[in-house]
T-cell receptor
Framework: SQTIHQWPATLVQPVGSPLSLECTVE??????LYWYRQAAGRGLQLLFY??????ISSEVPQNLSASRPQDRQFILSSKKLLLSDSGFYLC?????????????FGPGTRLTVL | AQKVTQAQTEISVVEKEDVTLDCVYE???????LFWYKQPPSGELVFLIRRNSFDEQNEISGRYSWNFQKSTSSFNFTITASQVVDSAVYFC??????????FGKGTLLTVNP
């Protein structure tokens, strides 16, 4: 069966510090991978998605970036965090190709920028 | 552009009551997929159901049922005999011709004992 891992679970960082959040998927190959942010107020905002190694699509211009160095690894980064980057970050995977593509979510990372 | 509207921001019921969560969607795609997710207080989104646009059969899974009506662009979710463990935020989502899910803003369901 497939599992998705995210770490760290919680993070408190000062403004201006760098960020690296990691997501890995097990039990599947060539998944589509996604990063979402959920700010207070519950809405889910798609940040990045990837359909393959090195292929990243950005949905919202901001000071975040994503990389996919391996098939089942997806990393969210920032060089300098802003207060507005605080939120709950969720990684998700879905079947590759044009399948039905329900997305399965990881446990999330709660980021607080002070 | 795709849009999902969950007009009910919060719903509060007493245990054993039935409750329906509304979802209305907009899309220009002729083939699309609708989803419901549950987000308990722990935060992880749990996939509940997928419905394809070409399959309007309603579905029942235990105490959960879903009513898909293309004519009104709605995909409503009913919990029968609600329980405290059903308390969560519920999201409706839509996927059209690309890889992306469009989520509604969610409905916070509180089931009181």
């Amino acid at each position: 069966s497939q599992t998705i891992h995210q770490w760290p679970a919680t993070l408190v960082q000062p403004v201006g510090s760098p960020l690296s959040l990691e997501c890995t998927v097990e039990g599947t190959s060539n998944p589509n991978l996604y990063w979402y942010r959920q700010a207070a107020g519950r809405g889910l905002q798609l940040l990045f998605y990837s359909v393959g190694i090195g292929q990243i699509s950005s949905e919202v211009p901001q000071n975040l970036s994503a990389s996919r160095p391996q098939d089942r690894q997806f990393i969210l980064s920032s060089k300098k965090l802003l207060l507005s980057d605080s939120g709950f970050y969720l990684c998700a995977w879905g079947s590759g190709g044009a399948g039905y593509n329900e997305q399965f979510f990881g446990p999330g990372t709660r980021l607080t920028v002070l | 552009a795709q849009k999902v509207t969950q007009a009910q921001t919060e719903i509060s019921v007493v245990e054993k009551e039935d409750v329906t969560l509304d979802c209305v969607y907009e899309t220009r795609d002729t083939t699309y997929y609708l989803f419901w997710y549950k987000q308990p207080p722990s935060g992880e989104l749990v996939f509940l159901i997928r419905r394809n646009s070409f399959d309007e059969q309603n579905e029942i899974s235990g105490r959960y049922s879903w009513n898909f009506q293309k004519s009104t662009s709605s995909f409503n979710f009913t919990i029968t005999a609600s329980q405290v463990v059903d308390s969560a935020v519920y999201f409706c989502a839509l996927r059209g011709s690309n890889y992306k899910l469009t989520f509604g803003k969610g409905t916070l369901l509180t089931v009181n004992p």
